[in-house]
T-cell receptor, first 114, second 112 residues
């Protein structure tokens, strides 16, 4: 079955440690996105990528980094520079970057930093 | 800039109707609507492109007024399965900006 997979579902880390969240899709989609979701804040865009080896910052990129070495993979690293990393992280993909196509979301990773 | 959704929350009895609004201070190229159930991924409902079109999806439809930079989602004869948080996502300016910005969501609760 085609889809978008995020792992792990729950992640715990100590403060000051970097952590990488996985996002894989087998939909052959060009565009991939990372959003952060906090209670009452909606979905806020962290980074997005239109093609392999290219990505752009979203609204809240500080303290995060990404890579897009393969079309199907778009991992997100939450660095120690992120002041408030505890949140629900959602990865999404779409056939092409742009407004005419729907985004498919993964099930999310809930990150807790203690 | 996040679009503004209203209301923030609404409670309906089965069979009642609801309207969720989404507005932006900037010119919009498109509006997306998604529904998210607790602990699950958002699910796509529909996309509206500028041109003032209205779309329908079963008993859920939406309109887009590009002049007013507003979109509304209409839920008629609500069912228990409609419960969840509804998000609008907007793309500003012309096609190709690629950045889809979501509102804070509207929590809809449908009770028997």
């Amino acid at each position: 079955d085609g889809g978008i997979t995020q792992s792990p579902k729950y992640l715990f880390r100590k403060e000051g440690q970097n952590v990488t969240l996985s996002c894989e899709q087998n939909l052959n989609h060009d565009a991939m996105y990372w959003y952060r979701q906090d209670p009452g804040q909606g979905l806020r865009l962290i980074y997005y990528s239109q093609i392999v080896n290219d990505f752009q910052k979203g609204d809240i990129a500080e303290g995060y980094s990404v890579s897009r070495e393969k079309k199907e993979s778009f991992p997100l690293t939450v660095t120690s520079a992120q002041k408030n990393p505890t949140a629900f992280y959602l990865c999404a993909s779409s056939p092409m970057a742009g407004a005419d196509t729907e985004a498919f979301f993964g099930q999310g990773t809930r990150l807790t930093v203690v | 800039q996040q679009p503004v959704q209203s209301p923030q929350a609404v409670i309906l009895r089965e069979g009642e109707d609801a309207v969720i609004n989404c507005s932006s201070s900037k010119a919009l190229y498109s509006v997306h609507w998604y529904r998210q159930k607790h602990g699950e991924a958002p699910v796509f409902l529909m996309i509206l492109l500028k041109g003032g079109e209205q779309k329908g999806h079963e008993k859920i439809s939406a309109s887009f007024n590009e002049k007013k930079q507003q979109s509304s989602l209409y839920l008629t004869a609500s069912q228990l399965s409609y419960s969840g948080t509804y998000f609008c996502g907007t793309e500003e300016g012309g096609a190709g900006s690629y950045q889809l910005t979501f509102g804070k969501g509207t929590k809809l609760s449908v009770i028997p």
